[in-house]
């Protein structure tokens, strides 16, 4: 399975951005049963999880995304999505999407900047 992310770019503080995430060469019986996440990492810093989501929609988020950011599925098009909204300069990270235990193998993420 190839993980696609899509959807980063430069964004002021307070805006929003949506990203998306498609699971190539993965049949919709593979993508379907995994818990997908979508997680950030900084330079230097330790790739950190951002927000997960079952495969009946129940999401979940870190504390510095709650009530900013939300997660989405669609496991027909084997895609997960994630809606960002109000960003602050922290949010400034490259994203990538993958299993909740990162078991598939790491795209190269879509880069976010948040800046005025």
């Known amino acids: 399975v190839q993980l696609q992310a899509s959807g980063g770019g430069l964004v002021q503080p307070g805006g929003s951005l949506r990203l998306s995430c498609v699971a190539t060469?993965?049949?919709?019986?593979?993508?379907?049963?995994?818990?997908m996440a979508w997680y950030r990492q900084t330079p230097g810093k330790q790739r950190e999880l951002v927000a997960s989501?079952?495969?009946?929609?129940?999401?979940n988020y870190a504390d510095s995304v709650k009530g900013r950011f939300t997660i989405s599925r669609n496991n027909g098009r084997k895609m997960i999505y994630l809606q960002m909204s109000n960003v602050k300069t922290d949010d400034t990270a490259v994203y990538y999407c993958?299993?909740?235990?990162?078991?598939?193998?790491w795209g190269k993420g879509t880069q976010v900047t948040v800046s005025s």
């Open positions: 060469r993965a049949i919709t019986s593979t993508f379907n049963p995994n818990v």
């Open positions: 993958n299993t909740i235990d990162g078991s598939w193998s």
């Open positions: 989501i079952t495969k009946d929609g129940v999401p």
